[in-house]
């Protein structure tokens, strides 16, 4: 048997259960698909239930990896292929190149010498990057990452004598010999694409509760100041739509969750950014789960922050200006109305990054895309089984990695 142990996913699920592993003695292998791991905690302002900062909690927990001899981390990759039984798995995993140096040479000046910039995936769209790139200041592996797609031949030419770049590195594949997987994929934000009847996709000022944490964060686009996209003002009255597509038979038909203290989290950025701001968070239940209560209690004691009990059924353009109109049927009253606001933020849900993908695997996956059971040797955590919040998907992590531990010492 294979004492070692394969992780899928770099993101604080599967974060914690590679060391949970590798700390009493296993070897890992920790395969992340993207340049560098966090998951979608490096992309918050501030996470549960401390409201501390993602690199308060991740600079830790790199530390660790860095320190620990056991974990073997390979970004930039993705399991092609699993063969074999519990005890003896031989994987298959492709290596994308990364074009830089094997260290933590500052590229900046050379990032911003170059001309072409595209769409910045981890700002959700609100900014542009260079091809040679590192998502946050304490980024894991801290090493730039150059996308050689897309530069134009311009860019190319000036890096190509460059003594920390390689662009003729090519793809790798490696053949893993592991004892038991723990597949922690995590989530993706459900497409606002999707809801075009709540302005997603089509004005400006209708943004997503992850554009919103991007705004927020002091590395983020804005630098931490909450501006609206179209014109970079200050916005001083806000609208939170609740299950933007949850518990929707036409988009995601489960609560994901963690919206509701995301919204009201949410509402305490823009609270104390600006003090004379007034938020309204329309919803159809709010949700706030065990000790987050207390929380809930303090954000909505706030007199400029005001609960409603309804469905919002169209968000519109004014026709005077970069404003929004939101149609909304109040549940108490049964009154219909609408209301101009300067921004809208939608609080879409948690989709299984799972959803809608070929798996190079035999996994069981509800109509969801969630794992709904363990496979002989296969542990699913965090939010790949189902939504939860960071504190949870820990507790998940540590649960899978302590069974894939029993699987490879036989018990």
């Given at each position: 048997m294979s004492k070692a142990i394969l992780v899928i996913g770099g993101g604080f699920a599967g974060i914690t259960a590679a060391l949970e592993a590798a700390e009493v003695g296993h070897e890992v292998y920790l395969v992340e698909k993207g340049p560098f791991l966090g998951g979608r905690v490096m992309q918050l302002n501030k996470y549960f239930p401390k409201l501390c900062p993602p690199s308060c909690g991740l600079e830790i927990q790199f530390q660790r990896i860095k320190n620990n001899?056991?974990?073997k981390c390979l970004t930039l990759s993705e399991v092609t292929a699993v063969s074999g039984q519990a005890g003896d798995y031989e994987v298959k995993v492709k290596v994308k190149p990364r074009h830089t140096a094997p260290n933590s040479v500052d590229l900046s000046g050379l990032a911003a010498k170059l001309k072409q910039s595209i769409k910045d995936d981890f700002e959700f769209g609100l900014a542009a990057r260079k091809a040679l790139y590192m998502d946050v200041p304490f980024a894991f592996p801290h090493r730039y990452v150059l996308d050689a797609g897309a530069l134009s031949?311009?860019?190319?030419a000036m890096l190509k004598e460059h003594e920390a770049i390689d662009l003729e590195a090519q793809e790798k594949d490696l053949t893993l010999n592991v004892g038991s997987i723990v597949v922690a994929t995590g989530w993706k934000?459900?497409?606002?694409?999707?809801l075009e009847n709540l302005g997603a996709g089509k004005l400006d000022n209708c943004i997503s509760?992850?554009?919103m944490e991007r705004l927020a964060a002091p590395s983020g686009p804005t630098s931490g100041q909450i501006l609206r996209p179209s014109d970079n003002a200050a916005p001083k009255k806000v609208a939170f739509v609740q299950c933007a597509g949850s518990r929707d038979e036409n988009h995601l038909s489960y609560c994901s969750y963690i919206c509701c203290m995301a919204s009201l989290k949410q509402a305490q950025y823009l609270r104390?950014?600006?003090?004379?701001?007034?938020?309204?968070?329309?919803?159809?239940?709010?949700?706030t789960p065990g000790r987050y209560e207390n929380f809930a209690k303090k954000i909505l004691d706030d007199p400029k922050v005001h609960a409603v009990k309804g469905k919002v059924a169209e968000v519109e353009l004014d026709d005077a200006g970069e404003d929004v109109w939101v149609t909304v049927e109040d549940a108490v009253s049964g009154a219909k109305g609408q209301e101009k606001y300067d921004m809208v933020?939608?609080?879409?849900?948690?989709?299984?990054?799972?959803?809608?993908?070929?798996l190079p695997f035999a996994l069981q996956l509800d109509e969801e895309g969630f794992v709904t059971g363990n496979e002989q040797g296969i542990f699913a955590a965090g939010c790949a089984k189902q939504p939860l919040d960071v504190m949870k998907s820990a507790q998940s992590a540590t649960g899978a990695a302590m069974q894939a531990i029993q699987t490879v010492r036989g018990r």
């Open positions: 001899k056991n974990i031949e311009e860019d190319r934000p459900y497409d606002v694409t999707n509760n992850m554009q104390e950014q600006y003090p004379d701001s007034e938020v309204t968070i329309y919803y159809i239940d709010l949700r933020v939608l609080a879409t849900g948690m989709q299984p990054s799972l959803a809608g993908e070929k």
